[in-house]
């Protein structure tokens, strides 16, 4: 099971972060991923980090916006978002897959419940 956290409202521009949790399996043997879906739309793939070497993947949309990483000690996994937009708002997941890495949702076999962020001045 993932659970995610840190999710809320945050103005244009602002920063939110969040944190990626598992219970039951081991966060370290797994490329987690990050997802969002906004109401009417389709579930997209935010970004990814490969749990071998830290490499990350990250959707057009987000790059050089949205940072992902892990901490292997606190088994933990981090979304930091910033310059956020209105156009970043929806419910955003993390995800696990093992072995492989990428933005397509059918590549995971675990998800969390989702976080809520809605950014609106």
């Known amino acids: 099971q993932l659970v995610e956290f840190g999710g809320g409202l945050a103005q244009p521009g602002g920063s939110l972060r969040l944190s990626c949790a598992a219970s039951?399996?081991?966060?370290?043997?797994?490329?987690i991923g990050w997802f969002r879906q906004a109401p009417g739309k389709e579930r997209e793939g935010v970004g990814c980090?490969?749990?071998?070497?830290?490499?990350?993947i990250y959707a057009d949309s987000v790059k050089g916006r949205f940072t992902i990483t892990r901490d292997y000690d606190k088994k933990m996994v981090y979304l930091q978002m910033d310059n956020l937009t209105p156009e970043d708002t929806g419910v955003y997941y993390c995800?696990?897959?093992?072995?492989?890495?990428?933005?397509?949702?059918?590549?995971?076999?675990?998800w969390g419940q989702g976080t809520q962020v809605t950014v609106s001045s």
């Open positions: 980090i490969k749990n071998t070497d830290g490499s990350t």
């Open positions: 995800a696990g897959a093992l072995f492989i890495s990428g933005l397509g949702a059918h590549l995971y076999d675990y």
């Open positions: 039951g399996f081991t966060l370290d043997d797994y490329t």
